[in-house]
């Protein structure tokens, strides 16, 4: 009876172990994204916007080196419809994009120091080196798909964190 018991205390300690989860965290069955982009290299980082009542969450690139900001989305062919990138920048100034070698239509949206939407140059053509500006200081761009900002109700006054 002793050996039973043994060997039942035993199993019930493996039978716990095996459903702990493996990464630490606390219940959650999810698997995390990806910290890095698994095409760009880039950080991927959470951020939300707050619009008409409602909180939109994006996973975001990170364009934080000079190099990633020249090159942002340039050749890029696909993004998911909760993806996008952030370009931060350490003061609020005019800032100024354009889409060469850009592929896909791009929403731009302009945050000023306030984390709060300035603008949004809307649906930005592909390949156009026309200048699509902030309307006023910005300390970041929110590039997502071209047209995800109006489908979303994003526009001037929604709050941005990341």
Known sequence: MRLASLLLSALSATAVVA???QDGSAGSTAQAAPAVHAESGLRVIPLTVEAGGTTHRFRVEVAES???QARGLMFRT???QDEGMIFPYRSPQQLSFWMRNTVLPLDLVFIGADNRVINVA????????DQ?????PAIAVLELNGGRA?????????VVRW
Not at 132 to 136: F, P
Request: glycine share 16%; charged share 15%; with cysteine.
């Open 78 to 80: 696909k993004m998911g």
């Open 122 to 129: 809307a649906n930005a053509v592909p390949y156009s080196e």
């Open 66 to 68: 000079a190099e990633a």
């Open 132 to 136: 699509l500006m902030s309307e006023g």
């Open 150 to 158: 109006a489908q979303l109700g994003i526009g001037p006054g929604a």
């Open 19 to 21: 459903c702990a989860p």
